[in-house]
């Protein structure tokens, strides 16, 4: 009986939809109340009710996203995209996710059936788990732990043993070549990833992920959010993150393990039909986690970007950002070519693991300097110099260089 | 008490299993099991950060570490010289007599539980991290030095020899 | 071996500016695709796909698939211009061409197929048969949707599927079809005068022969008046 009026409170204008995501939880507690039943069950219930709702959201989003990539992609190559299940193709994923669960289930003779059916779901665990943390509105962090960021951290890494399992218990050269590509490259990548955390953490003096978004309120100059990602430190971070966001869900162009031109598909090669399905699902699943997470530490999470525009509910705003996010990542995927894997390992070890250690001390320096002149003006040269001294060497060493082929003309 | 059996339980049985198993890499993943699970006992007793930590720690890196080395080296289906292991009684008595003194002891001599877990940590992260870099500075240090010893000890050993390169 | 000149046509490309600014080749990349994204909603011939089975790509006239009868006029049977002489059946590679010649009650040859059978699912479209025909008959068509449920009937096209009009030659092959249609004008005109010259020398051969008959005869009647008078 609690849940009604918090619902129909006064203080909260009719028209504002925060409420929404809590809704199926809020009916549902009611429900079990109503019937009499103890309050650990109504808990209980809720909860269910709750982690069913941000399964059923994301992996809707999952599904439409497929497709939304699919028909991309085709724009930006000249051609259209799946267009003739349902009007503009958008039952195309009805259609995939009938022809998944019906494919036969076809287990290779000498592999070690208990690991290579363990391994796709121990990937889509820790991405469903990952995705209980982040806090979608003002008001709604499915599981808002005081350690959310560690949380994070720590399901992501269950991942890379996910995958050698895929590779290792389909007894076959090209799953243990993927999978052995698979971990080196989630491993180098996770550092710059948690580096580029830290400074958030560092400024914030939080691992909260909601305190981390209540933090980014608010405007410098009247009209520009103050977002971790318009700080120098949180510009350079920001994009390191989300690089390294592309290389963790192992998309395009850092897909190595997983590209069919160079290895099958890596550790799924030996899967077919729903564990397959189930593969490509924790991908992306972890794919929106990743980006959530980036959102949220970089992006403002569910903060409006403009002053005036407060009444659009929070989370409306968190999956405006989301989508623009998942939409650089397949303008990405569509523009540019695999790395190797040598290119992408000395990516993130030459590259990518200086610039985030730089960005520590950066932070450091603009939060005790204070926020706002000074602080720029000592950060933007700790970041600005070392950055142009990497370029100078990079163009030196690893520019393009002209090759003449003295004999290729006799 | 009886929350925390069947979490003991299993990661006995799963330590042992990484012990008793032919095949490497079936230990390996053993091994990883036992660790994850310490780290719920850990979660379970009220310590997020230790618990996190070791999740990250133990089974996100130490536990990819070895499989990645079983990988590389592809010992992993070998199992005939896993098994032949010393058939001496006496000799893995010996070697187990003090680990299991140590236990008994600490057991005995050790404060009694408490009733329930306390719901806040007791020493807090801001705590944890303060201690770190003030008290424990130098074994911070030293443990980082070691480290990057043994990472450029690693990557040497691993180096093939340079060979000359066209420029 | 050191003092190879370099082709003079190989020009040394531009060296690279000193410093560029990092992630400039990136962004014109995707500023590349961009635009491709972007214009593929308004300008029509940015979007190469042609969405059959609604639409139709045109085949061009060196296409070709299976091969067809041609028949001249309307009747698929008088006009048809195949007198079986097999000559096809004998050099199809894959033999997929059945033919048997039409004979009337006397055994003499009609000059035309009872049965014209080929198994396009043999026929590995390689035009043998349309290169050696002396008769104009057989050609190859550009048809491609001859997908059916039967394996073995369904793939053996007999006469009535196979004759196609000369019309329907000349529209899917124009140049082809025109130059045959030329070269059979030009061969029945020069069969036509051949025959007109023929005839009209046996007439002077017969005129000659007449007058020389007149002749003989007038000489025959003016000797015997002569002899009448002496």
């Given at each position: 009986m609690s849940a009604v009026p918090e619902l129909l409170s006064p203080s909260v204008p009719w028209w504002d939809l925060e409420w929404l995501p809590r809704l199926p939880q809020r009916v549902v507690e009611w429900i079990v109340q109503f019937l009499g039943l103890p309050e650990w069950l109504a808990q209980i219930a809720g909860m269910a009710v709750a982690a069913f709702t941000v399964v059923g959201v994301f992996a809707g989003a999952f599904a439409l996203l497929s497709l939304i990539e699919r028909k991309t992609l085709a724009r930006v190559q000249n051609r259209l995209g799946p267009n003739r299940v349902g009007p503009c193709g958008i039952l195309q994923p009805v259609a995939d996710g009938i022809k998944m669960l019906t494919k036969e289930d076809i287990v290779p003779a000498r592999a070690e059936w208990f690991l290579h059916l363990l391994a796709p779901v121990l990937i889509v665990v820790p991405a469903i788990l990952a995705l209980g943390?982040?806090?979608?509105?003002k008001s709604w962090t499915p599981v808002p732990l005081e350690l959310g960021l560690l949380f994070f951290f720590a399901v992501g890494a269950m991942t890379e043993l996910s995958i050698f399992m895929a590779g290792w218990a389909s007894v076959s050269k090209f799953p243990m070549l993927g999978a052995m590509r698979a971990i080196s490259q989630m491993v180098s990548y996770e550092l710059p990833l948690m580096l580029a955390a830290l400074g958030v953490v560092m400024v914030s003096g939080t691992m909260s992920l909601p305190e981390i978004v209540a933090q980014q309120g608010g405007f410098h100059l009247g009209f520009i959010p103050a977002w971790n990602l318009f700080t120098p430190w949180g510009l350079v971070a920001g994009v390191v993150f989300f690089i390294a966001c592309i290389a963790e869900a192992n998309r395009?162009?850092?897909d190595l393990p997983e590209g069919e031109s160079e290895i099958v598909a890596g550790h799924m090669t030996e899967y077919s039909g729903f564990k397959y399905a189930l593969f490509f699902m924790g991908e992306y699943l972890g794919l929106f986690a990743i980006s959530g997470l980036g959102i949220t530490l970089f992006l403002g999470g569910w903060q409006a970007p403009l002053p005036g525009l407060g009444f659009v509910p929070s989370w409306c705003w968190f999956f405006a950002k989301l989508s623009a996010v998942i939409f650089v990542f397949l303008w990405i995927r569509a523009t540019f070519p695999r790395v190797r894997i040598d290119q992408l390992m000395r990516f993130a070890w030459l590259c990518l693991i200086p610039v985030s250690l730089l960005t520590l001390p950066a932070a450091a320096l603009w939060h005790h300097a204070g926020r706002g002149f000074s602080g720029w003006a000592l950060t933007l040269p700790l970041l600005a110099i070392p950055w142009l001294i990497l370029t100078v060497t990079f163009n030196k060493r690893m520019a393009p260089q002209t090759r003449r082929f003295h004999y290729a003309d006799s | 008490m009886i929350l925390y059996l069947p979490i003991l339980l299993l990661i006995l049985l799963s330590a042992l299993g990484a012990v008793w198993l032919a095949k490497p890499v079936h230990a390996a993943l053993c091994m990883a099991l036992s660790l994850a699970l310490t780290a719920v006992l850990y979660l379970a007793l009220g310590a997020h950060f230790i618990g996190l930590v070791q999740f990250m720690v133990y089974v996100g890196a130490v536990a990819v570490l070895i499989v990645f080395a079983l990988l590389m080296t592809r010992r992993g289906e070998e199992s005939s010289e896993i098994s032949a292991r010393p058939r001496s009684w006496a000799l893995g008595l010996a070697c187990a007599f003090p680990a299991a003194a140590m236990l008994v002891t600490a057991a005995i001599q050790g404060a009694a539980l408490p009733k329930s877990p306390p719901s806040?940590?007791?020493?807090s992260l801001s705590d944890l991290g303060r201690l770190l870099f003030t008290d424990y500075a130098p074994a911070v240090l030293v443990v980082a030095l070691v480290l990057t010893a043994v990472l450029i000890g690693a990557a040497l050993f691993a180096r093939e020899p340079q060979k000359d390169t066209l420029r | 071996m050191n003092d190879i000149q370099p082709h003079p046509a190989v020009k040394d490309p531009k060296p690279p500016r000193k410093w560029t600014p990092p992630g400039l080749g990136l962004l014109q990349g995707l500023a590349v695709s961009g635009r491709n994204l972007v214009e593929s909603f308004y300008k029509k011939d940015r979007m190469v796909t042609v969405q059959y089975p609604e639409e139709r790509l045109e085949i061009s006239p060196n296409f070709r698939n299976f091969p067809f009868l041609c028949y001249d006029g309307d009747d698929p049977v008088k006009g048809l211009r195949c007198t079986a002489c097999s000559i096809c059946e004998k050099e199809c590679p894959p033999q997929c061409i059945y033919i048997v010649l039409d004979r009337d009650e006397n055994g003499k040859?009609?000059?035309?197929?009872?049965v014209f059978d080929i198994d396009i699912s043999v026929c590995m479209n390689c035009g043998i048969c349309s290169e050696v025909c002396?008769?104009?008959?057989i050609y190859m068509d550009g048809e491609y949707e001859m997908s059916g449920y039967d394996r073995f009937g369904g793939m053996m096209l007999g006469l009535d599927r196979l004759s196609k009009s000369a019309d329907y030659h000349m529209k899917l092959r124009p140049e082809q079809a025109s130059e045959v249609l030329a070269r059979r004008k030009a061969d029945e005109e020069k069969k036509a005068a051949a025959a007109a010259a023929k005839a009209a020398k046996a007439k002077a051969e017969q005129e000659k022969k007449a007058m020389e008959a007149k002749q003989a005869a007038e000489a025959a009647a003016a000797e015997s008046s002569q002899g009448g008078e002496a």
């Open positions: 943390v982040i806090p979608y509105g395009c162009p850092f | 806040e940590p007791q020493v | 040859s009609l000059k035309r197929p009872k002396p008769f104009d008959s």
